[in-house]
């Protein structure tokens, strides 16, 4: 088996997480299609925030393992870690806000744009996973479908061009 990247890692669990969804969507299982879009567009962001941004699972120390989850360095104080939306949807946008490389071309002001005026997992949370499912509605799933296909369509786009600028 080839050796991988994180930045794969997290790329393939995008599309994995993205296709369960629409699976379970089309069967009407809402909740655990609502997680997956959520899992998706979070993996996917993960993914495009260690190609193309200064976010990294190097090691914390010299010599040291490398990170176990994303983080973003600070010039003081300690590394923040990248969690789960929507926080991540927000640390998007700070680190793009500071890397201008985002904020141009085809594929970066398009994901630029839909990070800075949409929120469709503003009200998602990953401990979700322990609710009973009756608050997921039809309307939040596609939204959070759409919003999903159109992140992993600029994840594609930004793969095969090899740049997001």
Request: aromatic fraction near 6%.
């Amino acid at each position: 088996m080839p050796h991988t990247s994180k930045e794969d890692h997290y790329a393939y669990a995008a599309l994995r997480h993205h296709n369960d969804a629409v699976y379970l969507h089309d069967d009407g299982r809402l909740p655990n299609a609502d997680h997956h879009f959520g899992f998706a567009v979070e993996c996917a962001l993960k993914s495009l925030m260690l190609r193309y941004t200064r976010v990294s699972m190097d090691p914390l120390q010299p010599g040291g393992q490398p990170a176990t989850k994303p983080y973003i360095p600070r010039q003081s104080g300690r590394p923040k870690q990248v969690g789960h939306l929507p926080e991540v949807w927000s640390d998007t946008v700070d680190v793009i806000s500071d890397a201008t490389l985002l904020l141009h071309g085809r594929t970066g002001s398009a994901l630029a744009s839909i990070l800075a005026t949409s929120a469709p997992f503003a009200n998602w949370s990953v401990h979700d996973r322990y609710s009973d499912g009756s608050s997921v509605v039809e309307t939040d799933v596609s939204a959070r479908r759409a919003a999903s296909e159109l992140i992993l369509s600029l994840h594609e786009q930004a793969l095969i061009d090899g740049v997001l600028a």
